[in-house]
């Protein structure tokens, strides 16, 4: 024990003081306890996202744990033969055999014959009720055939001739859109394809030693797993993100300690009079973070458990593979509790050790000291956001090709936030500054205070630009992704929407095209379908065979567009109101697909007398089945699905380059959305005919990502406004009650209060977008004319001004109380 601090009982009363405050003052550390409750939840939260988004290993979906994958034809005159001989020579495998089943729609259905307990086909099934069939006449059904056929475990499923008795309900857990229906080797009579898992010592051997390669097996026939690239775990990535959290989170810490250590200024005093030590006196203050830290630490792992845990079948269908909640990277999260207590801990160091050197008498007093001027330079902002910019040049963009590229994106993403960081401060001063005297003065006394006040508004600042510029680079760079004109993402039909194709069905028998007489048939039946509910007579779709084709792209697997080209016809035009007038003589193609019409080298490829699309290696012409730069017309009113007609060629380019019509299927606009027994008539509609329909998926649409992203973004920087507001006022309180005394009125508070919020969110939102958008192009080697249209202009309105508006409004509607005690220093 040491005499000269009091030894062990002046600490342990010292603690027990602070402990009593903690509960007396928790409304007034709310700020705190909130923003790292959230923090730690998000970080739990995000690493369960992280973690599990993608599968343990892709290649588990089509290989199993199989070395090599041998793909063979139904068709083979000596199938039995030639599996005999390839078990013989690299051991045994696990042999799948694949019949397609006729559903009457797009979806691919596989009856499958397999081993339940294979050698290498684990992560290829699993059950998820019931029990695996065991003999002939038995079979397991996944969830999505046994909704398809309205069947379940115990009832009886009729497919490929025969009629089966449901025995329970099975999935690829690795890849959740497998359909199938599951029987016993040897129930399969006619495989249209049979695969074989190989995976023996011996097999794995020879791949090794001869670079991918099994000698007697054609290479056309055989295909090994791609393996997953070097990354850095998700655990990791998700800690820095954490650790940037926590980092602008400490910076509000900080203002808040300093808060509550003025607030505690003359208590804090009078325990110096009476004998403490600085050494004690910043005992209570480190008590209170210690405190806060372990209450925001347990309340943000109760918060973050319950949240991954509610949200890990959402992750599982959105991923479609099996997601194991008890996945998570524990250490991690761990980590990121520790880090949690750590930051509140050390946020409370700095004010802690300037209450324990304020002289006693001053602290009696309970007189404030003057804030200081803090002067800083752009300079050191705007090289570590430089950097971060250059790191995430060279990071290589999403394909993440160049090495080292997960490192090189996970150091410019850090640097990139740290400038922003950095630049908080010196945006607040120049906003200040900006306030000339034709500013209401009630304005000008808000921004000065931010100003005056830094330590305070930087933190705010820097917290509310964290959230919108994490929410923002999300939206910047799904849009990038997902914004291809030639391979974009959305719903492929509204709810209300349903194509009859005439194409046969997958597997079903049929011969392929069929007679006038039998599509006229055909025809009448889809007009009867229509009528039946209450829609007008089905559109017919016709197509040319034409599609369109961007020459010079160095990614030849997104270079096609994906859709179909149909023909304008004026039925189909009519449909949605568009009239000829609007259409110009010299267009070739229609489209609603935003960025079609401006895409560089594009090509319009037919194919005619036996000839390839666009002629094979001649030169883009007419005469070469090829047109070099269509004439493309943007035009609103056409559908937004992406197998909805939302591309078409004009009748003009159809004459003009004599191209051949061909059916492709009807378009049926129902004047509601199609109830389950109206699509099932239908899909009875297609088995008849021997062809298929397609309905609505379930796809998300790109604006309703970025919608959501940015909604999110949106309420968490209005919390951390409305809590750090609340912290900037209060350090100006003695100034609000002088205002008051002085004649101040309500809506004089008020409007200091709500230009506060505005001003924060303003510049947060200025800087979290500037630098997502900066950021996003600068990793996706993307051109800045990416954001000048579609739903990111939106998305980037609502937040530079929507977030704002709501600030000043919240700010105005929650302020306005006249303050306790005017023109007096209230007691503790």
Known sequence: MSAGNGGVPARRAVFRWGWRLFRREWRQQLLILGLLTVAVAATIWGAGVAQNTLPANPDYATFGTAAALVTLPGSDPHLAADIAAIQGRWGPADVIENQNVATGTTASVHLRAEKTHGLYNAPMLGLVSGRYPAGPGQVALTSGVADLYDAHTGGTWRAGGATWRVTGIVQNPSDLSDEFALVVPGQVRHPGQVIMLLGSAAAQQVISSTGGTLPGIPAAALSFPTGSASTIPPGTIVLVVAVLGLIFIGLVAVAGFSVMAQRRLRALGMLSAIGATERNVRLVMTTSGLLVGVAAALAGAVLGFAAWFAYAPVLQEDTGHVVDAANLPLWAIAAG????????????????ATMARTPVVAALSGRPAAPRAIRRSAGPGVIVFAAGVAFLVFAGGPSGQRQHASVLLLAGLVAVIAGIFLLAPLAISMLATGAGPRVPVAIRIA???????????????????????????ICVVTSIKAENPLDWMGPNLSSSQLIVYVQPQIGGGFVKGQTSAQLAGLGRQVDSYAAGLHARPAVPLDVTGASLFQAGTNQPGTAHFTGTLYVATPRLLAVYGIKASQIGQDTDI?????????LPHLRMTWASSGRPLGGGSLSCA????????????????????????????????????????????????????????QISAARQLALAYGVTVETMSGSVSLGEITDGVTALGIVIALGVLAMSVGLIRSETARDLR????????????????????????LLGAVLGVAGAVIAGLAWTHTSPAVISGGTLTTDIAALLIGLPLIAACAGWLLAGREPHGIARQPLD
């Not at 229609?590 to 401006?598: C, I, N, S």
């Not at 070099?628 to 992406?642: D, M």
């Open 447 to 473: 921004l000065r205070d931010l100003s005056r006040y830094r330590a305070r508004s930087g933190a705010a600042l820097s917290a509310t630009t964290f959230a919108l510029f994490l929410a923002m680079l």
């Open 590 to 598: 229609l489209t609603e697909v935003p960025g079609l019409a401006g």
């Open 337 to 352: 509790i520790v880090l949690a207590i750590g930051t509140s801990v050390l946020a409370s160091l700095r004010p802690a």
């Open 622 to 677: 007419p005469s070469n089945d090829c047109l070099l730069s269509p004439v493309i017309q943007t035009i609103a009113g056409l559908p937004g699905g992406t197998s909805a007609p939302n591309t078409l060629i004009t009748e003009s380019a159809v004459s003009r380059y004599h191209l051949t019509l061909s059916l492709n299927g009807w378009l049926i606009q129902a004047p509601g959305p199609l109830t389950a027994a």
């Open 738 to 761: 002088a205002l008051t005394a002085a004649g101040a009125s309500a809506s004089t508070r008020r409007t200091i209060t709500a230009a506060t919020a505005a001003a924060v969110a």
